[in-house]
T-cell receptor
Framework: AQKVTQAQTEISVVEKEDVTLDCVYE???????LFWYKQPPSGELVFLIR??????QNEISGRYSWNFQKSTSSFNFTITASQVVDSAVYFC??????????????FGTGTSLTVIP | DTGVSQNPRHKITKRGQNVTFRCDPI?????LYWYRQTLGQGPEFLTY????????KSRLLSDRFSAERPKGSFSTLEIQRTEQGDSAMYLC???????????FGDGTRLSIL
């Protein structure tokens, strides 16, 4: 079973619009971390944000904000006032505490965001 | 912080040939991971090193794949007798500890002719 599900395959927004990327995860572990990464056309995965399972406080960092809800196993990511440079594929990832694989990251299939000028 | 470095960036080879990729992690990171990414998919875990010890391998890693991390510094991933299905982006990542972000290299794109 997929541990991380990103149901949105592609999203297009017009510049300056807000956009929310959805992520649903599955784990039996009570201790875990969730991450969002950005992969621009150049290919390198860039770390954006991290959240641990014990901290459900939602935060804002610049134009980025996230909504972590354990009750629905969701970790959604919002970009406010989108810009063309935000165009990329965004990946949600889960890392569990109990692991025999070095706490590998389980990635979703990604959401391709296109910001139209 | 020079980041994670991977070489080569691209590798084109004929089916049946052997290929080797190199990863230089961030120097103070003792954890090193290899992932494989195909088009339209997220990265999939292949193997993990803590220092020089290879502690886990995915079922995705067939016997044709071998990885090393001598002296706990750089790592190499070798694929023997390459097959068409090996065509993918091979990503290396390193981190300091669990819960810390994994930092990824630019990847090596492998194309099998």
């Amino acid at each position: 079973a997929q541990k991380v599900t990103q149901a949105q395959t592609e999203i297009s927004v017009v510049e300056k619009e807000d956009v929310t990327l959805d992520c649903v995860y599955e784990t039996r572990d009570t201790t875990y971390y969730l991450f969002w990464y950005k992969q621009p056309p150049s290919g390198e995965l860039v770390f954006l944000i991290r959240r641990n399972s014990f901290d459900e406080q939602n935060e804002i960092s610049g134009r980025y904000s996230w909504n972590f809800q354990k009750s629905t196993s969701s970790f959604n990511f919002t970009i406010t006032a989108s810009q063309v440079v935000d165009s990329a594929v965004y990946f949600c990832a889960l890392s569990e505490a109990i692991s025999n694989t070095g706490n590998q990251f389980y990635f979703g299939t990604g959401t391709s965001l296109t910001v139209i000028p | 912080d020079t980041g994670v470095s991977q070489n080569p960036r691209h590798k084109i080879t004929k089916r049946g040939q052997n290929v080797t990729f190199r990863c230089d992690p961030i120097s103070e990171h003792n954890r090193l991971y290899w992932y494989r990414q195909t088009l339209g998919q997220g990265p999939e875990f292949l193997t993990y090193f803590q220092n020089e010890a290879q502690l886990e391998k995915s079922r995705l890693l067939s016997d044709r794949f071998s990885a090393e991390r001598p002296k706990g510094s750089f790592s190499t991933l070798e694929i023997q007798r390459t097959e068409q299905g090996d065509s993918a982006m091979y990503l290396c990542a390193s981190s300091l500890a669990w819960g810390q972000p994994q930092h990824f290299g630019d990847g090596t794109r492998l194309s099998i002719l």
